[in-house]
Structures are given as C-alpha cells and as structure tokens.
C-alpha cells in the first residue's frame, strides 16, 4: 500500500519516477514501471475496500480520504506521459469527478481526452461522455444547493469549469441528452452570474438537443427578462 502520510521528497520521488516511466512507456502500451505498480496494488486494496461499503455518501468520503494517496502519481503522469493506457490514472479522474473535484477531475480528462484514453473496462461509457456528464451533474448540483450572495461566485466559478468541459469534449460524438445537460448546467450558471444572453443561448441549445431537458420556461423567464432589460434601456435613452 501507498502511504497517505509521505514525506515532501517521498511524494517528489514519487512523482519524478512517475514521469520518467510515463514518459518512456509506450503510447501504444499499457503503462508500466515501479510507481504505477505501487500504484496499481493501492488502487486494487481501496477498490475492495470501497466495495465493502454500501451507502454511497460513505462511498464518496472514502475516495476523497483516499485520493491525496495516488496525488503524486498522477502529477508524474501528467508531466511526462506519453499516453499509455492507464486504470490508476483513469479512475483518479472518476473519483476526482466523483467528489466533486472538477479541477482536478479535468485536469486529468484533458490528459486523456488529448491521448484517446478509455476508462477502465468497468465503466461502460466513453471517457468523453463521462467528463461531460458528470461536471454537468456536479454543477447542477451546486447551484441548486447555493442560495444567497454567494450564488453568483459560485456560478462564475461553475462557469470556468463547465466551458472547460465543454472545449474539451466538443469534437466527440456523444448522447444528445448528456451534451443537453451540459449545456442546460452552462445555461443555469451563466444566468446565475447574470449572464442572461449566454444563458439564454446554452438553455436554447440544450432544449434543440433535447426537448425533455427541463428549460422551457426557463428559456421563456430569460426571453421576458431580456426584452424588459431592452425595453428600460431604450425608455431611458
């Protein structure tokens, strides 16, 4: 097992042996070499650990206390790789996306979308489908959850990540519905930072792509809302 408690130059050891082999594997190979060997051990032992719990709050904490362990792995990787296929990695991202880590989950989707890499043979959908739908989820979440003066930092905030998502998965093919959902989250969080015309245009966009996504009067609060806007400014004028 990978120790969660590892010194500064443990963790730098970690990393700089990490991105040596990723740098030397090869793209076309499963990846290989003493780190991500460790790494693989570590990652069996908390998938059966992760398997004996059933409530998937419970679930969720366990991967968030688990993750800091394969954190210098994965920044290895990053630096240096090359591509090679790779479950540790691939499943750090799932369980970043999981807990809500979008930056984290992200940074390691533009990795794998950029070398093609698939999710473990487990996980039934596409890497892209899954960043798209998850960082969807997780945003919707969160505005929902939000209420006050701290919603419009929070959806700008949300707003950063969604567009990153979007840029990342926007050349692959995909369900209508999970790219709708992307776009309904931009659409609720441009609104929520007061970016009606953006939101206006993503929630149109999520209703083209699927008209059971949940934005129609949404859409037609923001049409009312914008023409009343234009309205009073030309009154003043």
Request: glycine content about 8%; aromatic content about 4%.
């Amino acid at each position: 097992m990978v120790s969660q408690n590892s010194s500064p130059a443990r963790k730098h050891y970690q990393r700089a042996t990490a991105a040596q082999a990723a740098g030397a594997a090869d793209p076309r190979a499963a990846q290989s070499g003493e780190q991500y060997e460790l790494h693989a051990a570590a990652l069996w032992e908390a998938r059966r650990t992760l398997k004996g719990i059933k409530s998937l709050e419970a679930k969720v904490a366990k991967k968030r206390e688990l993750l800091p362990e394969f954190e210098a792995y994965v920044a290895g990787v990053l630096e240096g790789g090359q591509g090679a296929a790779d479950d540790v990695l691939m499943t750090v991202m799932l369980w970043r996306l999981d807990v809500g880590d979008l930056a984290g989950g992200i940074e390691v989707a533009e990795y794998a979308l950029r070398h093609g890499l698939d999710t473990p043979d487990r996980f039934e959908r596409d890497t892209a489908s899954i960043v798209a739908e998850q960082v969807a989820e997780e945003a919707l979440a969160r505005l929902e959850a939000t209420e006050g003066d701290t919603l419009p930092e929070v959806a700008a905030d949300l707003v950063m990540h969604l567009a990153r998502a979007e840029a990342l998965t926007a050349d692959a093919d995909m369900h209508d519905q999970i790219r709708a959902k992307l776009h309904k989250a931009l659409g609720y969080a441009h609104r929520d930072s007061r970016n009606l015309e953006e939101a206006l245009e993503h929630l149109r966009r999520a209703l083209q792509l699927n008209e059971r996504a949940g934005v129609k009067k949404d859409i037609e609060k923001l049409e009312r809302e914008l023409k009343n806007a234009a309205q009073g400014g030309n009154a003043q004028g």
